[in-house]
């Protein structure tokens, strides 16, 4: 199943979100656990992922850090400030909200 | 088909690297965390078993198309497009066709400026070398350029001829209260009018220049930008004009004629209006090819004026001297604060939101601290003078600058010091300046509009 490109684009920033909000992540990590938690339904282009982090930074939603990754590189680490937390509450009620009504319709269609 | 099979990978990545770096919106640090990204994808392919080639293939192709890349991050980062404008490759004949077309359109308005200013002379309003300068032309002067640079904007961002129509409202209204209103000669009201017209106007522009991205994509800070650099190149038009005026001058000298009539009366008034809208195609032609001027004479002047600002605190905590609360000085000290927020304004156009805090941060928050400590005795003297004397025209508008530049600056010292302690985003100084720019218009407005009846237009 392809899921629709805007609704990918739309869930981005709550999935990216509520991922940072159990923990400093970064990029190649966010998507493998998306691709994980989705059974791999739900596919990122990979570059795409870093200038949606870059606007979340841009927001005041996230910081960023460079921490060093062991092979002498350096990895940059992102982490949710409270903006973050509070904007990633407000989406979850949105969600909330669509979810909701289409499972009000789509339980009355399956039982009529 | 690909150029980067058959090598090592090593070279394979430094290829793609080279190859990335050349997209002009991503910086060092982007390409850094995007190979990064790159390497951990290639690591975990080829754990799963994949040979070196295949990896790299695979994971160059998950990375995405980078073209779209590109725009997005372009998107995210909106100041980078500032310096160079990759959203729109136009095709090479249509764009120089445009730009010939923009050329005419500029060309036509710097002569219209130039002509509105002589206009006056058809109603027997002259400029005199020997006398002094109407008062309708000081009360007038923004209203005969900044419509013309609407209008450049509006065919440029290319409005609809019905809601560019909408901002023909805030010049009339400037010319109703600039020209209506019975000034008694000589009067404060009359030349607070003066001074806050053009400001007041000056938010009209803006919203013609961003073009329903008042609120979104850095359209504000673009406006910001925009203005600063006009202001560089005005001056810079303008000593060029002096020296123009000046050979004008010596030669007809040269033969025993004098010229002043003709640059007074002429020369001057002309130039002065045409070079703001030469000035303004300037800025928009340029801003893709040579750096910012603004920022870097705001980070040359920083230090120096943060050095200024405490020496003056210090010494007057030393002598014990009160400040002096003279017109004069009331404007002065009104115009440093403006231009200590300008500087924090500025600092904040040009710095990489997304960068730590740095020295030149400290610096900036000194910069507004001491500001703020300025400001407190400014308005201590203000509010003395007033309960002593009562209130006039001067005082309350001295005051109201005053007031409004202290919450500005209040606000801002709060938000850096939540930066500079890693608690918020630099997103958040930038923010609240950009949001504050109405505040000034509508102050403006307000000296323009409301001082001159409340104060018997004294």
């Known amino acids: 199943m392809e899921l629709n490109k805007d609704l990918v684009a739309a869930s981005a920033t709550p999935l990216v979100l509520a991922m940072l909000a159990e923990g400093d992540s970064y990029g190649y990590a966010i998507i493998k656990r998306v691709a994980e938690l989705s059974g791999g339904r739900l596919q990122w282009t990979d570059g795409m992922l870093y200038p949606v982090l870059h606007r979340l930074e841009r927001q005041g939603y996230v910081t960023s850090q460079w921490r060093a990754a062991g092979n002498g590189r350096r990895r940059k680490y992102y982490r949710i400030t409270r903006d973050g937390r509070a904007q990633l509450a407000a989406q979850r009620r949105q969600w909330q909200v669509v979810d909701g009504t289409l499972r009000g319709l789509w339980m009355k269609e399956s039982t009529a | 088909m690909t150029p980067f099979a058959g090598q090592p990978l090593e070279e394979q990545i430094a290829q793609w690297r080279a190859y990335v770096r050349r997209r002009r919106v991503l910086n060092d640090a982007d390409v850094e965390e995007l190979e990064g990204h790159l390497r951990d994808q290639l690591a975990a392919l080829m754990e799963a078993g994949l040979a070196a080639e295949e990896a790299f293939l695979v994971a160059v192709k998950r990375m995405g198309d980078l073209d779209a890349l590109s725009r997005e991050f372009a998107r995210a980062h909106s100041e ?20 010939r077309a923009e050329t005419l359109v500029v060309l036509s308005l710097a002569v219209a400026a130039a002509l509105a200013v ?54 009339a209204a400037g010319a109703f209260f600039a020209n209506v209103y019975p000034f ?63 050979f004008t001058m010596l030669l007809f000298n040269a ?25 303004s195609w300037l800025v928009e032609a340029k801003q893709s090819v040579i750096e910012n001027m603004a920022p870097v004479l705001t980070r040359l002047f920083t230090p120096l004026f943060t050095a200024l600002l405490l020496a003056f605190l210090a010494t007057m905590a030393w002598t014990g001297s009160p400040i002096d609360v003279r017109r004069e000085v009331l404007i002065a000290f009104d115009l440093l604060l403006a231009l200590v927020v300008g500087l924090v304004l500025y600092a904040a156009s040009a710095r990489d939101p997304q960068a730590p805090p740095g020295w030149c941060d400290g610096l900036q928050w000194l910069l507004v601290l001491s500001a703020l400590a300025v400001d407190v005795a400014a308005l201590a003297a203000i509010a003395g003078r007033i309960s002593e004397f009562g209130f006039t025209a001067n005082r309350v508008a001295a005051l109201g600058e005053n007031l409004i530049l202290l919450a500005n600056l209040a606000w801002t010292a709060w938000l850096y010091a939540r930066f500079l302690r890693g608690r918020g985003s630099f997103a958040a100084v930038e923010r609240w300046q950009v949001a504050y720019l109405p505040v000034y218009s509508g102050w403006a407005a307000l000296v323009v509009a409301g001082f001159p009846p409340l104060f018997g237009y004294r």
């Open chain 2, 118 to 171: 002589k206009a006056p002379v058809l109603f027997g309003i002259r400029i005199h070398p020997n006398e002094e300068l109407p008062r309708f032309y000081a009360r007038n002067a923004s209203l005969f350029v900044f419509p013309l640079l609407t209008l450049y904007f509006l065919w440029k961002r290319g409005w609809e001829a019905g809601r560019g129509l909408w901002l023909a409202l805030p010049f």
């Open chain 2, 255 to 279: 033969i025993g004629m004098n010229a002043a009539g003709l640059t007074a009366g002429w020369l001057l008034p002309c130039g002065a209006a045409g070079a703001v809208l030469i000035g």
């Open chain 2, 184 to 246: 008694r000669t000589g009067g404060d009201t009359e030349a607070l009018a003066i001074l806050h017209l053009p400001i007041a106007l000056w938010l009209a522009v803006g919203v013609a220049y961003v073009r329903g991205r008042w609120f979104s994509n850095g359209g504000r800070m673009d406006f910001v930008r925009f203005s600063g650099e006009l202001v560089v190149y005005y001056v810079l038009i303008a000593l060029g004009g002096g020296v123009f005026t000046a």
């Open chain 2, 80 to 99: 980078r497009l500032w310096k160079q404008l990759v959203v729109t490759p136009g095709a090479p004949e249509a764009s120089a066709a445009a730009a």
